[in-house]
C-alpha cells in the first residue's frame, strides 16, 4: 500500500506541471497560460518501493468549456536514464530531497504498474492518504475468451506523433506485444474505442486488434464514469495503409492489398455495428442538428483559415441541399476513418483501428448514432491525399483530372512526366465537411503524419 508522507513540495505539482504541459501535442489551449485546478487523482504501488507512481486528474480552464487532462507522473531519487525528453522537471521535497519527476507513459515502473491495474492484479491507492483503496477508479480485463494472460511487462516505448492521446508498445511475458493508449483530454461518459471495438471482435470481425482491458474512473462527485486508458493487441509486422498508398501511387499501380477489399472489411464493420447497437431513422430535427453542426464547423474553421471564407457561398449550398435530400439511417460508425487508421496485415488483411472518431469533436457527439457515409468521404478524401502528397514531392509530375471516359494521352505527350489520373466529380456533403475538418485541423497541428 502507498505510503504518503507529510512533507513541502516545492515548487508544488500543479506549478510544475502548469509549467510543462503548455509544451505538449495534446494540450488544447495552444499559446495560452495554463489554468489548472486538480480535481481528483490516485496512486499505484511501485513493488521495489523506489518510484513514487501518480495520475494527476486535472481541470483546465484556459478552454471553454474547460478541458480534463489525465497527467501520470512518476517522481525519482535520480534521473532516468534516456528518458530526457520526458522530464516534467524537479522539486524539492522537504523529507526526501530532490525529486526528479517524470511524463509517466515514459518510465517503465508507471507502464509495469498500469498493466497490473488492468489486469485486476492491483488497486489505485488514495493520493492523499496512506494505505487506502481509492475506489473511483478501477481496471477491468476483457473476460472470457479475450482476456490475456496476465504476464509482467518486459520492455515498454511511447510512439510519437500522435496528437490526443499517448500510446504504448509494451512487450508482456507469455502474451506478446501489447499496445495501451492513455487517454490525455477525458471526458464523462464511454470511450467509443472502449466500446465499439470489443464489440466487433465479440461478432467474430477479424479486421479489428484483440481488445485487453481499459482503466475508467469517477474524477467528479456526481458525474459519469469515463475511461483513462485501453489496452489492445500490437500487430507487429504491419504497413499503415497510408504508406502503402502512397507507395502505390509512386508505383503507379492500383493500391496493394485492394481497395475493393478494404472497402468489404468497411462495410463488414458498418453492418457489425448497425446490429450490435440500436439504429434509427433520422428525424427533422436529426436533420437540423446535424446540418448546423456542419455549418458550425465550417464557420470555426474559416475564422482559423480565412481563405475558406471563398467557398462559403457553394458550402452552405451544398448543406442546404443535404436537408433536402434522403438519408439512410443513423447508426455507430468510426467516426474518424482514413488511411493511417488502417494497417495491413499479413495473414488479417486490412486492420481497422482507433474507433475513438474525431478528437476535435466532444465526446458526446461522437458517441451518437451518425451516418455511415462519414466513415466513406474521409477514407475517400484520405485517397485524394495520398496523390496529393507524391505531387508535393514530385512536382515534375502531372495530376491530371480525366472525364468518366478513359484518357488516351501518353506520358510522352506531356514530356515524360507520370499521369495521376483523376476524376473531377461534386464532392458530397461528407465530403465538404471532412475537408473543412482537415483544414482545420491542420492549421491547428504541427507535424501531422496524415495530411
Known sequence: ?????????????????????GRQRWYAAKGQAPRLTRLRGFRFDDPAGEVGIETLVLRDDATTPPTVYQVPLTYRGAPLVGAERALVGTMEHSVLGTRYVYDGPH?????????RFIQ?????QAAGVSNTVEPAFSGQTVPGGYAAPSGEI???????????NTSIVCGVADLGPVIVKVFRTLSPGANPDVVLQPALAAAGCEHVPTTLGWVSGQWADGQEEGHLAFAQEFLAGTQDAWRVATESVAAGSDLTGGAAQLGEVVAQIHQILAEAFPTRRPTAEDRVTLVTGLRERFRAAADEVPELVDFAAAVHSRYDQALQASWPSLQRIHADLHLGQVIAHPSKGWVVLDFEGEPMRPLAERAQPDLPMRDLAGMLRSFDYAAG?????HPEACLLYTSDA???RSSGDLGGRRIIKKKTREPSTRQTDKE?????KGRNTAHTKHP
Open 436 to 440: 473543412i475538418y482537415n483544414q482545420h
Open 154 to 164: 518486459t520492455a515498454s516505448r511511447v510512439l510519437g506523433g500522435e496528437q490526443s
Open 389 to 393: 502528397a507524391y505531387l508535393q514531392s
Open 406 to 408: 478513359a484518357d488516351e
Open 107 to 115: 518510465d517503465p515502473v508507471y507502464v509495469a504498474a498500469l498493466w
Open 1 to 21: 500500500m502507498a505510503e504518503v508522507l507529510d512533507a513541502t513540495l516545492t515548487p508544488g505539482k500543479i506549478d510544475l506541471v502548469a509549467g510543462w504541459i
Open 120 to 124: 485486476g492484479r492491483a488497486q489505485a
